[in-house]
């Protein structure tokens, strides 16, 4: 756990190096940390991937309703009348200002190495991608509707919606044209173990929705042994390893797993529809996502420009004797297609909203 303060010559307990920060190129190092910086943004990217779109100008998005039309049958010298789709409902995406400053003493810089100032930086990167995992866990897993002040901008309450959660909203029809039961259908399941049924109740809520698309299926790491004994009629198929050679009536799926990644990777496809199933970091323990690919993403990330979407520099200065970083990241999680993804809880038939920090 970090605690809060100034480095100073206590932190010299720990370690000492004969090469100090100031030493090789003081500029230097700072050019250094904007490098790994832009790097550990590129990795956020990739973490976020294609369920989260992103937006720079809007806060409310609308989200269309059931928009048929029936048909009324006519004479020979009948007109119809005219018909509209119903308003869609507007949701509310948040936006939330993120930072930690670090602060040093002259005395720090010169009897430490540019290794330990590094270790820091790692420190708050690790602080940058867990307050991000808790975002998605937040907009994925948690089941209620909330109103979210947009305090950065103009005060404006916004409605900030959760997946389908039986609130009464109304929704695009079923493909069939059947209507969706808004008071009653719900994207948050429970089952009481880890089980094919509830794998396979999980995927149908959402690609049931959709015509178009690629459902998948997120897991966390834990429940990577509970998926692989699922090895029965229509369940989970693995994927190979990369540099082993299989039997001639071995049934794997492509690709192959990459091994180079423990908590983020395709590890094979579930059922009869050939699912892709990911491990993923940010999925918490006991419970399982689902989402559909190739149509508008449910959770949109809301930011104001590229730049202050990245985990950033705000600004850098000495008053002596102290030395100073603040470091900043603005962004905000809402969902936006209700019905593109859906959350399963496997230990437990009652759904709750899990543990998010």
């Known amino acids: 756990m970090p605690t809060y303060g100034t480095n100073g010559v206590a932190d010299l307990l720990a370690t000492r190096f004969n090469t100090s920060v100031i030493a090789p190129d003081f500029d230097a190092v700072f050019a250094e940390i904007n490098r790994v910086l832009a790097i550990h943004n590129q990795q956020v990217e990739e973490m976020i991937g294609v369920m989260v779109g992103t937006t720079t100008t809007e806060r409310l998005v609308t989200y269309s309703t059931s928009s048929e039309m029936d048909m009324t049958e006519l004479d020979e010298y009948g007109t119809p009348e005219a018909q509209k789709p119903a308003a869609g409902a507007t949701l509310g995406l948040p936006l939330r200002l993120w930072g930690r400053s670090i602060q040093w003493n002259y005395t720090w810089f010169e009897e430490h190495s540019p290794a330990e100032m590094g270790a820091i930086m790692d420190s708050l990167f690790i602080g940058d991608i867990r307050n991000i995992s808790i975002a998605l866990r937040t907009a994925f897993f948690r089941p209620?509707?909330?109103?979210?002040?947009?305090?950065?901008?103009?005060q404006v309450s916004l409605a900030v919606k959760a997946l389908v959660n039986a609130d009464s909203a109304t929704y695009p029809s079923y493909p069939d044209g059947s209507a969706v039961d808004g008071a009653t259908h719900t994207h948050y399941l429970g089952v009481a173990t880890f089980t094919a049924a509830g794998l396979n109740s999980l995927v149908t809520t959402v690609r049931e929705h959709f015509t178009t698309g690629q459902t998948v299926l997120l897991i966390p790491a834990a429940s990577e042994a509970a998926i692989r004994a699922l090895t029965g009629a229509n369940e989970f198929i693995p994927a190979g390893l990369p540099n082993v050679m299989y039997g001639s009536a071995s049934t794997l799926a492509m690709p192959s797993v990459d091994s180079s990644q423990s908590y983020n990777r395709f590890i094979g496809i579930w059922g009869a529809n050939g699912v892709p199933v990911w491990v993923k970091p940010w999925i918490p323990a006991n419970y399982a996502l689902a989402y559909q690919e190739g149509v508008p993403p449910p959770v949109?990330?809301?930011?104001?420009?590229?730049?202050?979407?990245?985990?950033?520099?705000r600004y850098r200065g000495e008053i002596h004797p102290l030395g100073y970083e603040v470091f900043e990241r603005k962004f905000g999680f809402g969902v936006q297609n209700r019905l593109a993804a859906a959350a399963l809880r496997t230990n437990n038939a009652t759904y709750a909203i899990p543990t998010i920090a």
């Not at 209620?144 to 103009?154: E, R």
């Not at 420009?305 to 990245?310: K, V």
């Open 144 to 154: 209620t509707n909330y109103t979210f002040v947009d305090h950065l901008v103009d």
């Open 300 to 313: 949109v990330r809301r930011i104001r420009t590229p730049e202050s979407a990245a985990l950033r520099m």
